[in-house]
């Protein structure tokens, strides 16, 4: 009986190894992720079940009288031309390539994290189309390219799977800000039209009653409950270095101040009206700072500095 079974053994260990079972989600292998594949989440949709926008259709400023003064607009200026994208439109589309000045650009919007992130399409000397790939990290949407499939984390642009894994988009400063106050500051901005060729009710917010909640859609990685999860923060990064301004600390500041980050002098500019702010660098142009909820810029930059206006108290 011993030898039975130790032939049995014997001859298991001979078997030929089957090969593990291949990670996929919505059709992306993930076996080679920077993360795990278990924290990548399915958000609903499909692939290009929300459908990312390609050249969209721009306006004169005068002409979009579907727009609202005080809607939310991501506003972008690069090389003198100024284009503003309304989130009511891409809170559906979540992602618009475009060209600003001659430069290519990919304009993100994730409605779960509050995010409106602007990148350079071009990576490694090549000009890239990005699409939604219906899948989550720390709530946050992941984007990715249509040449090679590479999956990018949308706050910190960098890509977590694929031919890019470890490889960073370069970040555009972006102002999000009311419609109003970006028309007064850039009269000549053209705007995205609501004709995208893609039937949307533009005038409905899917996400009603999110930002008011203190739930959140997935599990993230890190909270931190010093805030409400959904209050609004403007936060810089670069390298190891972070920093977070909430706007409930801005509020409480005459809304233009020097401070510093990464041992360099900055001006932060805040808008209550607005509720909007940028961060601006000594010659005083706007650097690439990202707006959005507290919980998402804690997830991705636990060990952030957070600006208080009144340290003290």
């Known amino acids: 009986m011993k030898n039975k079974v130790s032939g049995l053994f014997l001859a298991t260990l001979l ?3 089957l090969p593990a079972a291949a990670v996929e989600k919505n059709g992306f292998e993930l076996d080679d992720a920077a993360v795990a594949p278990d924290k990548i989440m399915q958000g609903g949709p499909p692939r290009d079940g929300i459908p990312a926008l390609s050249s969209p259709e721009m306006l004169a400023a005068d002409e979009a009288d579907y727009l609202r003064d005080t809607d939310q607009v991501l506003g972008i200026s690069i090389n003198g031309e100024a284009r503003a994208y309304p989130t009511r439109i891409l809170v559906w589309h979540e ?5 600003i000045g001659g430069q290519p650009v990919a304009v993100t919007f994730c409605p779960l994290c509050g995010t409106g992130v602007v990148f350079s399409r071009k990576l490694d000397g090549r000009v890239l189309e990005f699409g939604v790939s219906g899948l989550l990290y720390n ?8 040449e090679t499939e590479s999956l990018f ?7 977590i799977s694929g031919t890019f894994k470890g490889k960073s988009l370069d970040k555009i400063p972006v102002h999000h800000t009311q419609w109003r106050a970006w028309r007064k500051e850039h ?5 995205m039209s609501r004709k995208t060729g893609y039937q949307r009710d533009y005038d ?5 009653g999110y930002e008011q909640s203190m739930q959140l859609m997935t599990v993230v990685e890190h909270r931190d409950r010093r805030y409400h999860p959904k209050d609004l923060v403007i936060g810089l990064s670069r390298g190891n270095e972070a920093r977070v301004w909430p706007f409930h600390e801005l509020q409480q500041t005459e809304g233009r101040f020097r401070d510093e980050f990464d041992d360099k002098t900055v001006t932060v500019e805040y808008n209550d009206n607005t509720q909007s702010a940028r961060i601006l660098d000594a010659q005083g142009e706007p650097l690439p700072a990202t707006t959005g909820f507290w919980f998402a810029w804690m997830t991705f930059y636990p060990h952030s500095s957070v600006f208080q206006a009144n340290p003290d108290d």
């Open 204 to 208: 409905r917010y899917p996400y009603r």
């Open 15 to 17: 078997l030929p190894a």
């Open 153 to 159: 984390s949308q706050i910190p642009g960098k890509a």
């Open 187 to 191: 009269p000549d901005s053209k705007v």
């Open 139 to 146: 709530s946050d949407m992941l984007l990715y390219d249509r």
């Open 95 to 99: 992602i618009a390539n475009d060209t």
